[in-house]
């Protein structure tokens, strides 16, 4: 259970903070709506919300929606988030670490300086994110999702799904089939050179 005392935010410069007092209201809502599964209080529904700051250390949030919020510098660290959705936030120096992420979504959420250290994203739903410059220490990732450094581009294979190389995210077929022309759109003369031994990673780590 969150200690709403303890929140600690900075929602000032925003017209899209929330109160302490706001928030306090919601989590309530969303304890009393797991507790009776559904039949009394709110499921936590927050959209274009900051949230920055908040310190949500060692705290319930199964099952919360978080859709497009500044999420920023928040610390999650050993929190529940148990089919909780935190899709498209802004997650730039937030602390996960020590947390399971239960089939919990962090859907095309942005990573910089994001904690994951001895965190289980075994289970996680990872689509369209970009691990880059998160810090992965002891971190388990979901199953057919690497992160392969030292090569021509940063290349993070999601899923068994997509691939990103540099800032080109495609489904692997996709790569697979794109032609010439379609390679050089991406970054010239360095792309088309490159595709081959993509090809080849890719073959290894998700078959021919």
């Known amino acids: 259970m969150l200690d709403l005392s303890t929140l600690s935010h900075s929602f000032t410069s925003s017209e899209n903070a929330m109160s302490q007092g706001e928030l306090s209201a919601l989590l309530e809502q969303h304890h009393v709506w797991l507790k009776s599964a559904g039949e009394g209080g709110k499921r936590l529904v927050l959209n274009y919300r900051n949230l920055s700051n908040i310190s949500f250390y060692n705290s319930n949030l199964e099952k919360y929606i978080f859709s497009k919020c500044d999420l920023s510098n928040c610390n999650f660290s050993r929190t529940k988030l148990r089919h909780a959705v935190l899709k498209r936030c802004n997650l730039k120096r937030?602390?996960?670490?020590?947390?399971?992420?239960?089939?919990?979504?962090?859907?095309?959420?942005?990573?910089?300086?994001?904690?994951?250290?001895?965190?289980?994203?075994?289970?996680?739903?990872?689509?369209?994110?970009?691990?880059?410059?998160?810090?992965?220490?002891?971190?388990?990732?979901?199953?057919?999702?690497?992160?392969?450094?030292?090569?021509?581009?940063?290349?993070?294979?999601?899923h068994g799904v997509t691939l990103s190389a540099g800032c080109q995210v495609h489904k692997i077929e996709d790569w697979r089939r794109f032609r010439q022309h379609d390679i050089e759109s991406m970054d010239g003369e360095r792309a088309i050179k490159f595709h081959p031994r993509l090809l080849d990673i890719l073959d290894f780590y998700t078959g021919k």
């Open 94 to 158: 937030a602390n996960f670490s020590h947390v399971k992420f239960e089939y919990a979504s962090l859907s095309y959420s942005t990573f910089f300086c994001t904690d994951f250290h001895n965190a289980n994203l075994h289970l996680a739903d990872l689509t369209g994110t970009n691990l880059k410059g998160a810090h992965l220490f002891g971190t388990r990732l979901p199953a057919d999702t690497w992160l392969i450094l030292g090569e021509e581009y940063r290349i993070q294979i999601t």
